[in-house]
């Protein structure tokens, strides 16, 4: 199984590897006001990825806090899911999906 992820890991590596390659071509993003940036096709895609990231760390910034901040004030890390349903009191609640 180890041997079957590294494999996988590889095949994606050398197909964005092969897909930055093939796209070396200089394209022009236009900004406001006539500002122009020239760069490759693969930076300017890897740019908009980052950009997307950033700004949606940026976003769920606050709900981390929140859920930060109601950890901090319940120490002991029980959760109201976590008391209120215990799955080993009843194993033939158990279902199985099948």
């Known amino acids: 199984m180890k041997y079957l992820m590294w494999l996988l890991k590889a095949a994606i590596f ?3 590897f092969a897909f930055a390659l093939n796209n070396q071509q200089t394209v022009a993003v236009h900004f406001f006001f006539g500002t122009l940036w020239q760069a490759p096709l693969v930076l300017v895609v ?8 950033a700004l949606g760390v940026f976003v769920m910034m606050p709900r981390w806090w929140k859920t930060r901040k109601a950890a901090q004030r319940h120490p002991s890390g029980s959760s109201t899911f976590a008391t209120s349903t215990n799955v080993t009191d009843n194993p033939s609640s158990l279902h199985h999906g099948i």
């Open 14 to 16: 050398f197909t964005l």
């Open 46 to 53: 890897l740019a908009a990825f980052a950009c997307g990231l």
